[in-house]
Structures are given as structure tokens and as C-alpha cells.
């Protein structure tokens, strides 16, 4: 009986080592993934639901300086900000302001849920316009007639002031 004695109390022992290892090689290897310097592309179910949650709003007012929140019209750092914040991902209010946060992606290498930025042509050289890749070369975001949307990125005009992108996933 003492030898099953012996075989119990050293169980609880073994999951607390076991635990422990367990826990310090997660660790070790968090930390390995957070020094690459890169970030993951969104997941398909987080691409997902960012896509969804934006089509919701097809069609949905333009309103240059539309507040934080508000639904029934977006401009386009609002719409996104909306976006990303139903998903859990703080954004800052603006389009120049989204456009420091997160992981510079090159444009040959956008992923569904990456946030793209375009030049404002009546503000020499400052981001004034922002949308979420939408795959195929395609973004939706918000800006004039027709207000949500989906355009393609590689239009003449958004061709000739993109900027940059980041993935913020």
C-alpha cells in the first residue's frame, strides 16, 4: 500500500513539473514569435468577420468628419474605426492616425482585413483616405457618391495616391 501511496502524492508533483515546462516552452516560444518583427495576417475568421461586419453597411452615407459611433453615415477612418472596434481592435479616430499603428505591409503582400492608405490630393503628401483590403485587389471603404463600397485599388486614381498599409490583426 505505501508503494501506491508514493505513486498518488507523486502525481500531483508531475503536473505541477509538466505544468510548468509546458508553460515556460509556450513562453519561450511566444516570446521567439514576438521578436520576428512581423505580424500574422488576419485569420480567416477574423478576415471574415471584418468583411462581414463592413457589407452590413453597403450603401451607407459619405460624411466628411462623421463622428466616432455614429451609423447612419461614415467618413471613411470612422467606418473602419467602426469596423475593427466591432471586433474588438481599438483604432484611433483618424486616417493619418491609423495609419502609424500596426505592421507596414508591402501592397504585393495584402491580406483581407489590412488597412490601406491613400494621399490626400488637396493635402500635399498626407494620408487623407483609408479603407480595408477586401482580396482581388479590391477595398471597402466609404468616400463620396454611393458612400460604403467596395473599389478596386488599383483604379487609376487610387493607383496613383496609395501610400501604404498596415496589418493591425
Known amino acids: 500500500m505505501e508503494g501506491i501511496a508514493v505513486v498518488f502524492s507523486f502525481k500531483p508533483l508531475a503536473r505541477k513539473i509538466l505544468g510548468a515546462s509546458l508553460f515556460a516552452s509556450l513562453t519561450l516560444t511566444a516570446i521567439g514569435f514576438a521578436h520576428t518583427g512581423s505580424a500574422a495576417a488576419a485569420s480567416s475568421a477574423q478576415a471574415e468577420g471584418i468583411i462581414s461586419t463592413g457589407t ?63 494621399k490626400d490630393p488637396n493635402r500635399a503628401g498626407s494620408i487623407g483616405h483609408v479603407g480595408i483590403y477586401a482580396g482581388d485587389n479590391k477595398m471597402l471603404h466609404t468616400g463620396g457618391a454611393g458612400g460604403v463600397k467596395f473599389s478596386d485599388i488599383n483604379s487609376t486614381y487610387y493607383k496613383k495616391y496609395y501610400v501604404t498599409a498596415r496589418r493591425v490583426v
Open 56 to 118: 452590413k453597411f453597403l450603401g451607407i452615407p459619405y460624411r466628411f468628419g462623421a463622428p466616432s459611433g455614429l451609423t447612419t453615415a461614415f467618413d471613411c477612418s470612422s467606418f473602419t474605426q467602426y469596423v475593427y472596434n466591432y471586433i474588438g481592435i481599438k483604432l484611433p479616430r483618424t486616417s493619418s492616425s491609423q495609419a502609424t499603428i500596426g505592421i507596414p505591409v508591402p501592397k504585393n503582400d495584402l491580406e483581407i482585413g489590412d488597412l490601406v492608405f491613400f
